[in-house]
């Protein structure tokens, strides 16, 4: 695990997401009771359960407490501008009411507050609960590593690799699947997974690229004592 971090958190990743997912799948399809399992709750278990502790675990084998303690600063110190504040806050609920309108959907003007708002409710709780820590796993975790090795776009198709793999279970969800469905499912999920990708690539450059953590976390690195610990390489 420690000459091969990357290789041994996505056996453990896939292996255990593929497992856990099934539920949800073979439920479907009526192999095992609980038709009407939502299938979120596996999703969220999924993230916090498997993903995000397996990603700790690697962190704490190859660069001891002080990397975990570095992982975790990183999660809370986005510095963004406000032109990147608005495209995050902004950008998808205003993306939705437009693919909405495109597709037949209809909107008065009394509404589009209320719908933004709700909106932005939605994908706040979503960013706290599921997407933060989904985040911390491949772009604080994998893709990070990954850069180190390759450059940034190549890094980033490689993270969309697992990142779509993880969600393939779900394209059993379908009363209706077959092969070819399975595979146009999969090339939707690697396209999209790319996209996310590259999009998470610049945030992370424009936020925390080549920054420290914070100072308390920074004097435990220098000083190689208790707190964060001390790093080790292998």
Avoid: K
């Avoid at 570095?70 to 950008?91: D, E």
């Avoid at 009363?175 to 590259?198: K, N, T």
Wanted: proline share 4%; glycine share 10%; hydrophobic share 60%.
């Amino acid at each position: 695990m420690a000459r091969r971090p990357v290789a041994g958190f996505l056996v453990i990743v896939l292996g255990l997401s593929w497992l856990l997912l099934s539920i949800p799948v073979l439920a479907f399809h009526g192999v095992i009771p609980g038709a009407n399992l939502p299938v979120e709750v596996f999703a969220l278990a999924s993230t916090l359960l498997i993903l995000l502790p397996t990603a700790l675990w690697v962190t704490s084998i190859t660069d001891g407490r002080t990397g975990v303690c570095v992982l975790f600063a990183r999660v809370f110190r986005w510095r963004f501008g406000i032109g990147w504040w608005l495209v995050v806050l902004f950008g998808l609920p205003v993306i939705a009411l437009m693919l909405g309108l495109i597709f037949g959907g209809s909107l008065h003007a009394a509404d589009l507050g209320q719908v933004l708002i709700r909106q932005l409710g939605s994908i706040v709780l979503a960013v706290v609960v599921i997407n933060l820590w989904e985040e911390t796993v491949w772009a604080g975790f994998l893709q990070t590593r990954l850069e180190a090795r390759f450059n940034f776009v190549v890094a980033a198709g490689l993270t969309a690799l697992p990142f779509a793999g993880v969600h393939v279970p779900l394209l059993l969800l379908d009363d209706q699947v077959s092969a070819f469905s399975v595979l146009i499912g999969i090339a939707g999920l690697l396209i999209l997974g790319i996209v996310v990708r590259l999009l998470m690539g610049v945030m992370m450059r424009a936020a925390y690229h080549h920054q420290r953590g914070p100072r308390w976390c920074s004097n435990h690195v220098r000083r190689r004592r208790a707190g964060c610990g001390t790093r080790r390489t292998g």
